[in-house]
């Protein structure tokens, strides 16, 4: 690997694979080694090395907030949630309810516990973006939610969600694409969000094999629009050169009787689990991407088939690493990083680690090590960076939610199944900007619940000058030294906007430190992982 | 550190959406009725809706008359738009008919403010939200012909104020550098007291302007914080205005309220999803889309109504989405993805009580790939013809380069 230049960089690398900087992280790293490049290399493996990715100290914070949820089986998670709640459709009090009001609290009560499981999870999420030593880990399952995204607050998709969480994306996060890949496609929350769970030979519905090919495997960038399949030529590599509207409906074919177990037509089973249903099944041969799969296979098998053919087909190795890349790099990563990865990714297809091997490479490679398109935070890595920093007690209340999803992203939240964007532009638009501005004032101002702040030890009661309260916050929050405009910005607000270095008076101590830090996560070097 | 839970507008309200910092919608009570016809009207204000998710035209408005009602009916034995029962469409021409859930626009429609654009679609065809939706946004033939907006090229000639309402800028605006004001939402703003809020946006000002740093974006939601304030909006948060709940009312009333009181504004976009309607569409009676269709067909003549009474701007909406649907439905009730689509227009500028554009027809041989209402008219040309409006002496290639116009639609009356 390259060697790296100096200790800002090796800040700013921890700041771009972390949910953010703070003493702690930065204390270990320095204590792994004599220069940055040792202590690299050995953060990197360190990292991407744990039998389970379980931080004990996470879990017990976890445990105190009753989110015994967390572990209850598929089957339980239906059970307790879904049906549970569909049956108190049927109870008095909302089929003849006597007023209006108890009508509402019905319907709240049948809905909290619809998505309980979701909440859990969203909470549990934050708890470990914010305190899980973890860190590269938790944001590689965060890269593979939004690359599977499903909406989780609905009753039919709160509790498999969960379960994608915990069953597939936990577990293989750092491991198998195609593993992972078919995993996913027999979740049932992804094949009710994208509609596969009603998709049978009689007429096939193609919501799910469009978004298949356009958003988990070869990506729009390979859609070749309505071409008629026999005009789409096939590379020297033996590859066609992207897929057409004819590979997407024989995928649809694919995947019919591909449902969940839910009791509906034509099923007694009701476990909410997955459920192969072979009179649903299209049985006759399909072509997809110029590949033959032929009739009356196996159970499964024409749908497994397909995600053989997309997973080894280059365009995808190159669709997930201009992702992976877009993530880790730069909203706008070389095409020579994205395709030396992609060849790599596709060499290790069938490794057990092959996202773990290919994470080495990119955080190895000269263009992540050298890289200054600083990435911009969305709200959620913004959000926790702040925590990370200043709430190291952070637990995260109901208000604390609903203020942070304000900024337009909320975890598995995200409505359309492309999932939140990976780039800076819509999160800079000034109405984004400035909602994530007020709820960090009012987190730092002690008015989100859950989130009590930790002033940093350097930050002496005795200590009342503007400048040096001011030096010592910048400090503390940004890690780096002032530049001189900044520090000179920084002491006008501790005093109140008069240029003056007296001792601020202790009745306006308070105030004035919360005005100080709050500059500092609103500052453009807080919005970005520099 | 003290706690303090008890201020005003903390979180007071639930959700993404919740709207307090409007006027009271004083349309008809406290304002002077004037009719359109009375007030002097010298500026333009563009409205563009973007029904995102494929809008399923063929659900909107239907065709009553043969050759096209048969394979209509054979296509949508669940999901079509019927002529009789309790839900039977509304007619609008000798052929073509409105769905009933739609019903407040008909009037509309009949006192001539309203009309529609047949079979509009792209020039390379998509069925991909993906693709498409980047293609209209970027008023593009293909990918990679531009890195900016429709509309942020139309600004860059024709600056004004523009508002866009969403929770993110929309990529039509992509690369504009004009200040947006966008929705306000409950306590669109700073926290803290007035003279907390005015020391840090100097001292924000301060930082984002050094020359080190590419910190636009910062300058331009402080500028939109200054732009709120020159509204001059009288105070409102004591005075909640009684505004209708649910995401699409929400958003057209705060078009509505900008309009109204912000004297420069020019252009408004929204962005609405909700129309991808794979399963159980719903297209009749209590179904989802038919619930979809009437709130927004609501939302649109309250915006109409408001905006006609109570400015004094030509106010013109378009509405339109990436595709249509497919003609046939699937077993889920449903439909897919598709082609040409219809465009709504609305205003007292638009050409209305009729439909525009070549309608090609439902029988089999017409079909874009025998599946999908064709396209007759590049969508690019509709929205060509409504930016004119602001600027008459706008070229087509001023904004879409220079590929091919398609034929002129006529859409809009001259001043």
């Known amino acids: 690997m390259a060697t790296l230049p100096m200790s800002n960089n090796a800040l700013s690398l921890l700041s771009r694979v972390t949910y953010g900087l703070n003493q702690e992280l930065v204390q270990a790293f320095l204590s792994l080694g004599k220069d940055d490049t040792e202590r690299w290399k050995?953060?990197?493996?360190?990292?991407?090395?744990?039998?389970?990715?379980?931080?004990?100290?996470?879990?017990?914070?976890?445990?105190?907030?009753?989110?015994?949820?967390?572990?209850?089986?598929?089957?339980?998670?239906?059970?307790?949630?879904?049906?549970?709640?569909?049956?108190?459709?049927?109870?008095?009090?909302?089929?003849?309810?006597?007023?209006?009001?108890?009508?509402?609290?019905?319907?709240?009560?049948?809905?909290?516990?619809?998505?309980?499981?979701?909440?859990?999870?969203?909470?549990?999420?934050?708890?470990?973006?914010?305190?899980s030593r973890w860190q590269v880990y938790e944001r590689m399952v965060e890269f593979w939610h939004d690359h599977f995204n499903i909406f989780g607050y609905e009753q039919r998709t709160a509790p498999g969600l969960l379960a994608l969480n915990r069953d597939a994306i936990r577990p293989m996060a750092l491991g198998n694409f195609r593993a992972l890949l078919g995993q996913a496609c027999r979740n049932p929350a992804l094949l009710y969000y994208l509609d596969n769970a009603y998709n049978q030979s009689s007429n096939?519905?193609?919501?799910?094999?469009?978004?298949?090919?356009?958003?988990?495997?070869?990506?729009?960038?390979?859609?070749?629009?309505?071409?008629?399949?026999?005009?789409?030529?096939?590379?020297?590599?033996?590859?066609?050169?992207?897929?057409?509207?004819?590979?997407?409906?024989?995928?649809?074919?694919?995947?019919?009787?591909?449902?969940?177990?839910?009791?509906?037509?034509?099923?007694?089973?009701?476990?909410?689990?997955?459920?192969?249903?072979?009179?649903?099944?299209?049985?006759?041969?399909?072509?997809?991407?110029?590949?033959?799969?032929?009739?009356?296979?196996?159970?499964?098998?024409?749908?497994?088939?397909?995600?053989?053919?997309?997973?080894?087909?280059?365009?995808?190795?190159?669709?997930?690493?201009?992702?992976?890349?877009?993530?880790?790099?730069?909203?706008?990563?070389?095409?020579?990083?994205?395709?030396?990865l992609a060849e790599f990714w596709l060499s290790r297809k069938d490794s057990p680690t092959q996202i773990k091997d290919t994470l080495l490479q990119l955080f190895y490679s000269k263009e992540f090590l050298e890289g200054k398109d600083f990435k911009f935070k969305r709200p959620v890595d913004y959000f926790a960076s702040l925590l990370r920093i200043l709430s190291p007690d952070f637990s995260p209340s109901e208000k604390f939610i609903q203020a942070t999803q304000k900024s337009g992203q909320r975890l598995f939240g995200w409505k359309t199944p492309d999932g939140p964007p990976d780039v800076s532009a819509p999160w800079q638009s000034p109405q984004s900007l400035i909602d994530r501005w007020r709820t960090a004032q009012q987190i730092i101002r002690q008015e989100v619940p859950g989130c009590p702040i930790k002033w940093p030890d350097t930050l002496k009661v005795s200590e009342t000058s503007p400048q040096i309260l001011s030096k010592v916050l910048f400090e503390a929050i940004l890690m780096r030294e002032p530049d001189k405009q900044f520090l000179e910005t920084l002491t006008l607000l501790a005093a109140g906007g008069r240029r003056t270095q007296t001792a601020l008076p202790t009745e306006l101590l308070e105030e004035r430190i919360q005005l100080v830090a709050e500059l500092c996560v609103l500052s453009p070097e807080f919005q970005v992982r520099s | 550190m003290k706690n303090n839970y008890t201020r005003r507008d903390f979180l007071a309200a639930s959700g993404a959406l919740s709207v307090s910092f409007f006027l009271p919608r004083l349309g008809n009570t406290i304002q002077p009725q004037a009719s359109a016809n009375l007030v002097e009207r010298n500026r333009h204000v563009l409205v563009a809706v973007f029904l995102r998710g494929g809008f399923d035209g063929l659900g909107f408005i239907c065709p009553t008359q043969a050759p096209d009602r048969a394979p209509y009916e054979a296509a949508r034995p669940n999901i079509g738009v019927p002529l009789s029962g309790n839900d039977a469409a509304l007619p609008l021409t000798e052929s073509f008919a409105l769905n009933a859930a739609a019903k407040p626009l008909l009037p509309i429609f009949q006192q001539k403010q309203m009309a529609f654009v047949h079979a509009c679609g792209l020039v390379t065809p998509s069925r991909s939200h993906f693709a498409a939706q980047s293609l209209v946004d970027l008023g593009s033939t293909r990918p990679g012909e531009f890195n900016s907006g429709w509309l942020s090229r139309f600004l860059k000639a024709h600056p004004c104020r523009t508002a866009a309402i969403g929770a993110l800028k929309p990529a039509s605006l992509l690369g504009s550098d004009e200040p947006l004001v966008l929705p306000r939402f409950k306590g669109l703003g700073l926290d803290g007291s007035p003279k907390q809020q005015r020391l840090m946006r100097t001292a924000l000002r301060n930082i984002y302007s050094r020359p080190q740093d590419d910190a636009r974006y910062g300058i331009a939601a402080l500028n939109m914080l200054d732009e709120i304030e020159n509204l001059a909006l009288p105070s409102l948060a004591k005075n909640l205005p009684d505004l209708p709940s649910g995401e699409i009312p929400q958003k057209f009333a705060l078009a509505a309220e900008l309009i109204k009181h912000d004297k420069k504004l020019g252009l408004v976009t929204l962005d609405i999803g909700g129309w991808d309607t794979h399963r159980q569409q719903g297209t009749t009676g209590e179904g989802y889309f038919a619930k979809q269709l009437a709130t927004l067909s609501t939302a649109l003549a309250d915006l109409h109504k408001e905006t006609l009474s109570a400015t004094d701007a030509w106010v013109t909406t378009i509405v339109f989405s990436e595709f249509g649907r497919r003609l046939k439905e699937n077993a889920s009730r449903g439909s897919d993805h598709g082609h040409g689509n219809l465009v709504m227009l609305m205003g007292s500028k638009v050409k209305g009580g009729q439909f525009h554009g070549q309608w090609p027809g439902l029988i089999h041989e017409k079909l874009f790939e025998r599946a999908d209402l064709a396209a007759t008219s590049d969508l690019r040309q509709v929205f060509f013809e409504f930016l004119k409006l602001r600027a008459p002496q706008l070229q087509f290639t001023d904004v879409f380069g220079k590929s091919i116009a398609s034929a002129q639609l006529d859409l809009f009356h001259r001043d």
């Open chain 1, 42 to 131: 050995k953060f990197v493996d360190d990292q991407l090395s744990s039998a389970n990715f379980i931080d004990e100290k996470v879990e017990k914070k976890i445990a105190t907030l009753d989110l015994k949820v967390l572990n209850k089986p598929l089957n339980q998670l239906w059970r307790e949630h879904n049906l549970s709640a569909r049956a108190m459709r049927q109870t008095p009090a909302e089929k003849a309810p006597s007023t209006k009001k108890e009508l509402r609290a019905a319907r709240r009560e049948r809905r909290d516990l619809a998505l309980e499981p979701v909440q859990v999870l969203e909470a549990a999420t934050w708890i470990r973006m914010v305190h």
């Open chain 1, 204 to 340: 096939p519905n193609e919501n799910f094999s469009r978004e298949l090919f356009e958003l988990h495997t070869l990506g729009a960038e390979n859609y070749l629009g309505t071409l008629d399949r026999e005009s789409v030529e096939k590379g020297r590599d033996g590859f066609v050169a992207g897929y057409v509207d004819g590979d997407v409906y024989e995928s649809a074919r694919a995947f019919t009787g591909w449902r969940v177990a839910d009791g509906s037509v034509g099923l007694d089973k009701n476990t909410g689990e997955f459920h192969y249903h072979e009179p649903w099944h299209d049985r006759f041969q399909k072509i997809v991407l110029g590949q033959k799969i032929p009739e009356h296979q196996a159970p499964l098998k024409d749908g497994e088939d397909v995600l053989n053919a997309l997973s080894a087909h280059p365009g995808t190795a190159r669709h997930l690493m201009r992702k992976l890349c877009r993530r880790f790099v730069s909203d706008t990563p070389t095409e020579v990083l994205v395709n030396r």
